[in-house]
């Protein structure tokens, strides 16, 4: 079964609002989780790192203030787009490592469309 | 970031070996070779990972070339449901931080 979970899979939701989207290790506690975005066709791009406790670590060309990263807890990360426009809409992953393992494990995804 | 090189698509049969290539000749000394795979509209899974030595394990084969410069993914007998995008990454060997490249985008015919 899935060890890391997003909430929602798929969000609609108009231009200017903000959206967030959650991920949690179900079975493991994650000191570290990773945002990635994936527009159609294309690759997984690397957003952030997401740190329990402290900043989040963003990845050039990716702001900061537009793609709010929170990890209150070692299990929960989440990532608020916020006054979205269209150009947001994606494919959003998150992934975490279990301790003791060397693979990452990723999210089911979550799909943003703005309209 | 070193980078990999693999083929936009293949194809395969169903039932038969699939040879996976990867190229990463700027590969250094201690990174690792991380395969994952993506299926359609999901998050991408684990493969397989390595570093020297050639790997097996219950979903596929990892061999891995004596200077390091490239590595093929071996699945032994694909199924429709090998069907996805497979990446080779390059990275330390707890595989945190994964950069991806463009993958290969395999199909299997039945």
């Known amino acids: 079964g899935a060890v890391v979970s997003q909430h929602p899979s798929w969000v609609i939701c108009k231009s200017g609002t903000s959206v967030k989207i959650e991920c949690r290790s179900l079975?493991?506690?994650?000191?570290?989780m990773f945002w990635y975005r994936q527009f159609p066709k294309q690759s997984l791009m690397l957003m952030a790192t997401?740190?329990?406790?402290?900043?989040?670590?963003?990845e050039q060309g990716v702001e900061k203030d537009k793609f709010l990263i929170n990890h209150a807890s070692l299990t929960l990360s989440t990532l608020t787009v916020t006054s979205a426009h269209p150009e947001d809409s994606s494919f959003y992953i998150c992934?975490?490592?279990?301790?003791?393992?060397?693979?990452?494990?990723f999210g089911e995804g979550s799909r943003l469309t703005v309209l | 970031d070193a980078k990999t090189t693999q083929p936009n698509s293949m194809e395969s049969n169903e039932e038969e070996p699939v040879h996976l290539p990867c190229n990463h000749s700027?590969?250094?000394?201690?990174?690792?070779i991380h395969w994952y795979r993506q299926l359609p509209s999901q998050g991408p899974e684990y493969v397989i990972h390595?570093?020297?030595s050639n790997v097996n394990n219950r979903m596929a084969s990892l061999a891995i070339a004596e200077d390091r410069k490239s590595s093929t993914l071996i699945l032994h007998r694909a199924t429709l449901r090998d069907a996805a995008v497979y990446y080779c990454?390059?990275?330390?060997?707890?595989?945190?931080?994964?950069?991806f490249g463009a993958g290969t985008i395999l199909r299997v015919k039945s």
């Open positions: 992934s975490a490592r279990r301790p003791g393992t060397r693979e990452l494990f």
């Open positions: 079975d493991f506690q994650a000191t570290t």
């Open positions: 997401s740190n329990e406790g402290s900043k989040a670590t963003y």
């Open positions: 700027t590969i250094s000394g201690t990174d690792y």
């Open positions: 390595g570093l020297t």
């Open positions: 990454i390059l990275g330390g060997e707890y595989g945190n931080k994964l950069v």
